[in-house]
C-alpha cells in the first residue's frame, strides 16, 4: 500500500516539480493538491492522506497557520514544511515546527536545470515520507525504502538490563546530536534545565546554512542558558550552549583550558556536515571520559559510533526513547549499540543531564535533580 500525500503550495510550478518528484517513487501516491491553507483543511478532510508537504508562504491562510488549524482539529498526521533557504524562510518554519509540524525540507536554490532540482526535491522529501509515514505503511515497503540511507540498521529495542552502568565521575563537557524532530526536542531540553549548566555544551542539529543561526537565537530565549551559533575560534565557556552552523562541522582543537572550536567542510560523514560522530568523537578526544553525550530523535544513525566509544571510554550517553522520538533512527542505533546508559522521554533528559552534571551520584542511582 503506498503512502498518500497531499501537497501544499501556492506555486502552480513547484506543485508540479513535487507532484513529479513523488510520483517517481513506487512507495508513495499524490493524493492530491491544494493552492494554500485554507484549500489544504478542505482538501484533507476529503482525502485524508497520510502525509502533508505544506508550504510556509502562501496567500489566505499560511503554512504556519494551516498547520496550527490542523492540530486544532486533532489532526495528526505528518506535516512537512517545504521552505526557501532565507532567514524569513528559517524563520517561519520553525515557527511552524513550534506550531506543530512535524519536519521540513527546503526548496532547490541556485539549480541549473529541472532535472536537477526534481532530483534534490526526491532525495530530501522521499526519505522523509517514507520515515515519518504511518507504522502500518513502513512496515510492508521494501527495506531499502523506508527512509534510512543504504546500510543504516533498523533500530532494535534493547532491555534495560542490557545498557551499561554508568560510573561516578566529573562531566567537564556535554554534546547533544539531533536531526528529525530535532528543533523541538532542543527547545523542550534548553527550557527544561533550572539554570545553566557549569560546562559547555556542543550541539550539532542536522540543518542547512541560515536555519542553525536562526534556531541558536530561538533556543537563547528558552532558558537560562546563552545559546549561540558557534563560530572558528571561539574559546568554550560553562553555561554557554555551542550550536554547529549549517554545512559546517564542528569539532574542539586544544585540550582541556585551552580549547577552542574550529569549523571545517570536510566531507560529510553518515551523510551529514554537520556529523554527530564528527563532533562527539572531536569533544571526546579533548575531555576523554569526563563528556556527557545525549542523543535526539533523528534519521539514520549518526551518532552510533561515537557514542559506542564514549561508552568505552567511560563517558556517559543518555538517549531519547521511542515513543518521545519523532523517528527513533539515531537514538534507536545508540539504544541497538548498547551504547547509552539511560533512554529517557524528552521531557526528563534536562533533569538527568543536570544530574549528571552537578549530582554524579544521583544519576548513577537513577535519581532526577
Known sequence: MAIRVLVVDDSVVIRRLV????????AIEVAGTAANGQLALS????LRPDVVTMDVEMPQMNGVEAVRALRAKGVRVPIIMFSTLTARGATATLDALAAGA???VT???NVGSVQESLKQVAEQLGPKIRALAPRSLRSSLPAARRGAPAGTPEPVVR???TLPKATAHP???VVVGSSTGGPEALSRLVSGLQAPLPVPVFVVQHMPPVFTAQLAARLDRMGPSTVVEATDGMVPRAG??????GDWHMVLAGRSANTQIKLHQEPPVNFCRPSVDVMFQSVLACYGKDILGVVLTGMGSDGKVASGE?????GTVISQDEQTSVVWGMPGAVAAAGATHRILPIDEIAQAITARVTRADQFIEGRTA
Open 159 to 161: 532491555k534495560a538490563a
Open 107 to 109: 526548496k532547490p536554490a
Open 43 to 46: 482538501k484533507f478532510e476529503q
Open 19 to 26: 507532484v513529479q518528484a513523488l510520483e517517481s517513487d513506487p
Open 102 to 104: 512535524t519536519d521540513y
Open 240 to 245: 554557554t550552549i555551542y550550536v554547529a552552523p
Open 171 to 173: 562531566v567537564r563537557a
Open 310 to 314: 564514549i561508552v568505552q571510554a567511560g
